[in-house]
C-alpha cells in the first residue's frame, strides 16, 4: 500500500470510528420530547431513567445491527462479485423474518417473548446456511447460483409470510406487520450483551478476511492464480454473513438497504480496498443506522416511524440510482 493510500486509509478509518462513537455519544439525548439535561446531569427522574433505559440501549442496538448488517453487505458483494448484493436480495433475511412471523402466528405472546421470536427467526436464517452448505457440495456451486438460489427463497419465504398474514387474527397480524417493517427497540443490556458477544467474533472474521476479498473479488481464476480456493472462501463467508443478518434481524426486524448504501457511499470516498472498505462500512454502518433512528423517532414526535421505513425511503432511489448508473 502507498504512503498515500496508507496515510488516506488511516484518516477513513479513524473518522468513521469517530463518526459511530459521535452518533453513540450525541444522539441519545436529541427525541421528540425535550429532556432536561439539569434532571440529567443530576441522574433524577424521569430523564436519567429515560436516557438509560431507553434512548441509550437503542443507540447501542443500532450501532451493532447497523456495522453487521453493513460489513456483511461489502463482504457479500465481494464474494459475488457483484455491486447489488446484499443480504436482502440473497434470501437471508427474508429467511429470518419467516421464522419470526411462524412463532408470532403460532405461539401465545410470542411478539413479546425474547428468546422465542429470536430463536425462530435464527432458525430460519440457519437453514438458509444449511442449503448454502448442501450447495456448496455440488459441482454446480457458483457466486450466480447462490444469488438465484437467494431470490427463489425470497419469493418462496414472502408467499407463505403473505398467507400466514392473511390467516392471523387481527391481533396477530398487526403484530406480524409492526415486526416486518423492522425497528430499533429499546432492549435490555442483557440482550445487548449477547448480541455483542456473537456478533464480534463474527465481524473480527469477516475483518481478517479482507486481502482474500481482494483478491476474489479480481474473479475466481485470479484467486486460484494465488493459491486462494475462492469456492472455500465463499460458502464460508456465506455462512457467517447469513448468522450476522439472521441474529441481527431476529432483535430489529428486517432492516433493508443498510448492507447497500453504506458500502456503496464508502467506496466511493475511500475505493475498492476491503483493508479499508470493510471497517469502514463497519463503523459507518453503525452511525448510519444510530442516525436513522433518531429520525424514526423525532421527525413525526411523539409517534414514531419504525426505521425500517426510513431506511427503505432512503435507500429504494438509491438503488435505482445506482442501477441505471452501471
Known sequence: MAVDSKRRAITTLLVSALAALAALAICPFLGGSGMDYGKLWRQESPDWAIFLNLRLPRAILALLSGGALASSGAMFQALLRDALATPDNLGVTAAASLGAVL?????????TSFPVVWLAAVAGAGL???????????????????????????????????LLHSLAGITRSFQITHWLMGGIDAVPYSTLAILALILTPLCFWVLLQARVLNVISFGETW???????????????FLVGTLLVGTTTA?????AFVGLIVPHLLRRMVGPDYRVLLPASLF???AF???????????????????GVITALLGGPFFVWLLWSR
Open 289 to 307: 443506522l444510530i442516525l436513522c433512528d433518531t429520525i424514526a423517532r423525532t421527525v413525526l414526535a411523539p409517534a414514531e416511524i419504525p426505521v
Open 128 to 162: 438458509v446456511a444449511l442449503l448454502i452448505s448442501a450447495l456448496a457440495a455440488t459441482r454446480k456451486f457458483s457466486p450466480m447460483s447462490l444469488l438465484l438460489t437467494g431470490i427463489a427463497v425470497n419469493a418462496m419465504c414472502a408467499a407463505v409470510i403473505m
Open 103 to 111: 412463532s408470532i402466528s403460532l405461539l401465545d405472546g410470542a411478539e
Open 251 to 255: 432483535i430489529t426486524g428486517p432492516i
Open 223 to 237: 484467486a486460484m492464480g494465488r493459491g486462494i480456493d475462492a469456492r472455500k472462501k465463499t460458502w464460508q463467508g
Open 284 to 286: 459507518g454502518g453503525g
